[in-house]
């Protein structure tokens, strides 16, 4: 695929190499610190660095502002935003304001609801959806211009993803769905975190008899399990998530110290059978509250060191 | 219809605890339906009230009446020779019929007896249920008849979310997810392939957002 912007991430993407991009989540307070921490952490093992948005409707300090962090330590953010917080004018502006700094990736998402966090009586927005804000930064990019018609002076250059979750139900849509974002102008997909490999593969499958691989580029999300108590939790308390009982028997067989080492190992093998998989671009490794294990994990699944581009 | 529910009667005696000639006005179309704010509902709310005051021992008069509606002006007029007696009036009726009793009668002050839900329907006995959030442009047409504004907790014009299991919502395994119901009713229809088309960006300014509405119609005036 011809390259349409100054993405690391996209040059990465289209130069063939499986792409590895992680995610930070900001800190519940101002200090800079903690998103300079967790980002030296993993940048040497991670093309790009995801920052979340207010994730599970938690009020944290802003993406846009994270994300200016990393830039400002020379590494390459994926802006996180969603819809539920702000209407067609706060989006169109954050993006303008990401794309002063040259953030060069956005991940349009449409967001947890908000009785999940700690603001639940607050108001949701939903001015537009996710598939509505990939066509805005498209729109912004491409046409050069704000939704309402006017010309952008210096238009943004980003590299638009989206989520896909291929577990969440109706799964007979699951496919469609996908078909919907890449017709809204989506460039790259992260998964929802894989635990169950098999109905991924069957989701790939189907993707590919629609060459659906061909047309986005999909980078594969994993979370290493810290204990079964997580495996248990995910399973039965995160919408949309798939944990198989052999995953969970595997961790509960384990002793209990070594729950967390036998988690990264089951990361470790899904990643080398997803390797496998004829249209996955890459990993998306999302280890909540545990980014000192992603090095590891890049290193024993054989993707490291990361390639160079310019 | 809209849909209301009862107040707690505890805020209903800190609005009018210190009045003495009370009017409690029901409403027969949508709260009556509803089971909220019609003659029966006016009946057993002014028997609590009265319950009350004898136990406060105070001296209060209660009286009942349950208008047509009370989003008419014609049905409203039925109380203007006998609004004076009272020094309030809880209106059981809908926001409207409260707001519509507040602009007619300017002297006299209106309490609401319900709380204005949503525009829904009776799925059973007790049991009433959102269908609609009066957005002002309706897109049933392309969602199978199924409205994702009023039944998605995220509104989604292109759901589902990854949220949607089972057949339910993220929010509350109590709730259908309004896209797995328009999946499915796209599929008795056999038009699933519609499920492709992109819904396009809203225009909301048939909505709340654009401020007060009016419909107004110069063919019926």
């Known amino acids: 695929m011809e390259l349409k912007t100054a993405s690391k991430l996209e040059k990465i993407l289209a130069a063939g190499h499986h792409a590895v991009t992680s995610e930070c989540g900001p800190p519940r307070g101002s200090d800079p610190e903690a998103i300079i921490k967790k980002a030296d952490l993993i940048k040497d093992h991670v093309d790009a660095i995801n920052i979340t948005d207010n994730q599970t409707s938690v009020t944290r300090m802003c993406s846009l502002a994270a994300c200016i962090r990393l830039k400002l330590m020379g590494l390459e953010p994926v802006l996180q935003m969603v819809t539920r917080d702000r209407n067609r004018i706060a989006l169109q502006s954050d993006i303008l304001g990401a794309a002063s700094y040259d953030i060069n990736n956005v991940l349009c998402l449409s967001g947890d609801h908000q009785s999940f966090g700690d603001c639940a009586q607050g108001q949701n927005v939903h001015d537009l959806d996710s598939m509505q804000l990939i066509q805005a930064v498209r729109f912004m990019r491409d046409e050069g211009k704000f939704l309402g018609g006017d010309e952008i002076k210096r238009p943004p250059q980003m590299f638009v993803g989206a989520a896909a979750n291929p577990f969440a139900d109706p799964f007979e849509i699951r496919v469609p769905r996908l078909a919907k974002k890449i017709a809204a102008g989506v460039e790259f997909i992260q998964t929802q975190c894989i635990y169950n490999l098999d109905k991924f593969e069957e989701w790939m499958k189907l993707v590919r008899d629609r060459g659906l691989h061909e047309k986005v580029y999909i980078l594969a999300g994993l979370t290493p399990m810290k204990n079964v108590g997580m495996a248990r939790y995910m399973k039965k308390r995160v919408p949309g998530m798939d944990v198989p009982d052999e995953i969970i028997k595997r961790l509960a067989d384990t002793p209990k110290e070594k729950q967390a080492e036998e988690g990264i190992k089951i990361c470790i093998e899904s990643i080398e059978r997803l390797k496998e998989v004829e249209g996955v671009a890459g990993f998306h490794i999302m280890a909540i509250e545990w980014e000192e294990k992603v090095p590891g994990i890049v290193e024993a699944a054989g993707l490291y060191p990361r390639p160079q581009v310019d | ?221």
């Open chain 2, 1 to 221: 219809m809209i849909v209301a529910d009862k107040k707690p009667i505890e805020e209903i005696i800190e609005e009018i605890k210190d009045r003495e000639r009370i009017l409690i006005l029901g409403c027969n179309e949508c709260v009556t339906v509803c089971e909220a704010g019609g003659k029966k509902e006016v009946g057993v709310l002014s028997s609590a009230l009265r319950m009350y005051f004898l136990n406060q021992g105070r001296e209060v008069k209660i009286d009942e009446v349950t208008l047509e509606r009370q989003c008419d002006h014609e049905y409203l007029e039925e109380i203007r020779d006998s609004i004076d007696q009272y020094d309030a009036v809880v209106s059981l009726a809908c926001g409207v019929g409260v707001q519509f009793m507040a602009e007619k009668y300017r002297t006299t002050p209106v309490y609401p007896g319900v709380n204005t839900c949503f525009l829904g329907a009776t799925e059973e006995r007790g049991l009433w249920t959102e269908r609609c959030q009066a957005c002002g442009s309706c897109l049933l047409a392309t969602t199978g008849g199924i409205c994702p504004i009023s039944r998605c907790a995220k509104r989604l014009l292109n759901g589902p979310c990854g949220g949607s299991t089972t057949g339910k919502c993220e929010i509350n395994q109590d709730i259908d997810c309004a896209w797995q119901l328009i999946v499915d009713r796209l599929k008795a229809l056999e038009k699933l392939d519609e499920y492709e088309k992109l819904a396009p960006i809203k225009d909301w300014s048939t909505d709340r957002a654009g401020g007060p509405r009016k419909v107004k119609r110069e063919d019926v005036q």
